[in-house]
């Protein structure tokens, strides 16, 4: 697999599924713990859920205010750094939602529909794009990131690293000439980056003729 040992910690957001829902639980526990929760008390997970909604309405109302604001203000640069900004926050709400949801129940529909959101709110937001990427891959479907990070990479077409991520997901979801496309540019942006050897050897791999049984 790529990206092993020292490198393995440039992926964490994508690969730590597991440890993110773990930690996430964990965290919501030892809170509820910590102010004595009984009977009749919101389940902690239920109500990360709860308070995430909440955030992600917030969020909302502040993107239509800052839209309002554009409208009203077109030539405003701070009106359009502010509305920028919205989104931004409006997508990591929404991340922090799908990925409640998922503590709650992994294969929650409505997680995989939320991320894809947020992505869609702040699709030049590196960490809301890989949000996604970490909800798609717990639902196993990473195939429903592809899209967002060919977007993100169009934004940002300088990013190696998101070049990288791409790749990596593009393998994951059977998609081998778009990872061999995504891990080629990783090369042609970073050739001496600290993942480019690995980065070699997986394209390496990926020429590999493949085999056939029977």
């Excluded at 995504?182 to 050897?197: E, I, S």
């Amino acid at each position: 697999m790529l990206f092993d040992g020292k490198h393995q910690k440039n992926l964490t957001k994508v690969i730590a599924i597991v440890a993110i829902i773990a930690f996430l639980g964990f965290g919501l526990v030892a809170g509820f713990l910590a102010v004595g929760g009984g009977c009749g008390a919101v389940d902690p997970l239920t109500q990360a859920v709860n308070d995430a909604q909440t955030s992600v309405q917030q969020g909302k109302s502040a993107v239509a205010q800052a839209r309002k604001a554009v409208q009203q203000s077109p030539k405003s640069a701070r009106a359009k750094q502010d509305l920028a900004q919205a989104r931004s926050d409006l997508g990591k709400a929404q991340i922090t939602l799908a990925q409640a949801r998922l503590g709650v129940n992994q294969q929650d529909p409505e997680a995989l529909t939320t991320a894809l959101a947020a992505a869609q709110s702040a699709p030049g937001d590196l960490d809301v794009v890989l949000g996604l990427v970490t909800v798609a891959t717990a639902q196993n479907n990473p195939a429903a990131a592809l899209q967002a990070l060919q977007r993100y990479t169009a934004i940002n077409p300088g990013d190696a690293q998101a070049f990288a991520y791409w790749g990596q997901a593009a393998e994951r979801a059977g998609q081998r000439n778009q990872a061999v496309l995504a891990y080629q540019r990783f090369l042609q942006l970073a050739p001496n980056d600290p993942l480019a050897g690995d980065i070699r050897a997986r394209l390496a791999e990926l020429s590999k003729p493949a085999t056939t049984t029977g």
